[in-house]
């Protein structure tokens, strides 16, 4: 079987060949000849549209360029819910591509409880990515709570654009001197 390996990170500090080396060995065993390793670099919960790697994959599987998709886990593949993750791989199955997560056999067209699984699996990992924004959300309120401000910090104080102005100073020199654009400057003197 022709096979394309498909490894998400979701940040450029993550390494995917972790992910790669070990679906490259599975193919191997499995005598699968793998024709492409295809990476993204992105969050889960970006559509295939906005993957430029997922997008390369269904345009392959249209094309019949390949047989099997294996892919390191359902989270690395999809994060979208499970009606996306569903929609993803129906369109596999209606290209007669296979697929095949590495670290959770039972999550495959290849074996007899694909349907069941998938479903399950598929909101499981959008409960996870829930209970991550609600940590980070969580996280956020507590520095909140403990005083500190959140967001970019103030980049120039207001009394002293006033007082540069009042010293007869352009827009432009108040803006460079406070290291701010022309536009900031002139929102704050307009309030």
């Given at each position: 079987?022709?096979?394309?390996?498909?490894?998400?990170?979701?940040?450029?500090?993550?390494?995917?060949?972790?992910?790669?080396?070990?679906?490259?060995?599975?193919?191997?065993?499995?005598?699968?000849?793998?024709?492409?390793?295809?990476?993204?670099?992105?969050?889960?919960?970006?559509?295939?549209?906005?993957?430029?790697?997922?997008?390369?994959?269904?345009?392959?599987?249209?094309?019949?360029?390949?047989?099997?998709?294996?892919?390191?886990?359902?989270?690395?593949?999809?994060?979208?819910?499970?009606?996306?993750?569903?929609?993803?791989?129906?369109?596999?199955?209606?290209?007669?591509?296979?697929?095949?997560?590495?670290?959770?056999?039972?999550?495959?067209?290849?074996?007899?409880?694909?349907?069941?699984?998938?479903?399950?699996?598929?909101?499981?990992?959008?409960q996870e990515r829930i209970r991550i924004s609600e940590r980070t959300?969580?996280?956020?309120?507590?520095?909140?709570?403990?005083?500190?401000?959140?967001?970019?910090?103030?980049?120039?104080?207001?009394?002293?654009?006033?007082?540069?102005?009042?010293?007869?100073?352009?827009?432009?020199?108040?803006?460079?001197?406070?290291?701010?654009?022309?536009?900031?400057?002139?929102?704050?003197?307009?309030?």
């Amino acid at each position: 079987m022709r096979c394309v390996i498909y490894g998400r990170v979701s940040t450029d500090k993550q390494e995917a060949e972790n992910q790669i080396n070990q679906l490259k060995e599975y193919a191997a065993r499995q005598q699968w000849n793998v024709v492409e390793v295809i990476t993204d670099v992105c969050s889960g919960g970006k559509s295939a549209a906005e993957r430029a790697g997922l997008n390369k994959i269904f345009k392959m599987a249209h094309q019949k360029q390949f047989d099997v998709l294996l892919f390191w886990s359902l989270d690395r593949f999809s994060r979208e819910g499970s009606r996306k993750t569903l929609e993803y791989l129906t369109r596999l199955d209606d290209y007669r591509v296979k697929w095949h997560s590495y670290t959770e056999e039972y999550i495959s067209s290849l074996g007899i409880f694909a349907d069941a699984i998938i479903s399950i699996m598929a909101a499981l990992a959008k409960q996870e990515r829930i209970r991550i924004s609600e940590r980070t959300k969580a996280g956020l309120e507590r520095v909140k709570r403990s005083g500190k401000t959140l967001g970019r910090p103030q980049q120039a104080d207001t009394d002293k654009v006033k007082l540069l102005r009042e010293q007869g100073l352009s827009l432009a020199a108040i803006a460079k001197e406070c290291g701010i654009s022309k536009t900031r400057v002139h929102q704050i003197l307009a309030a």
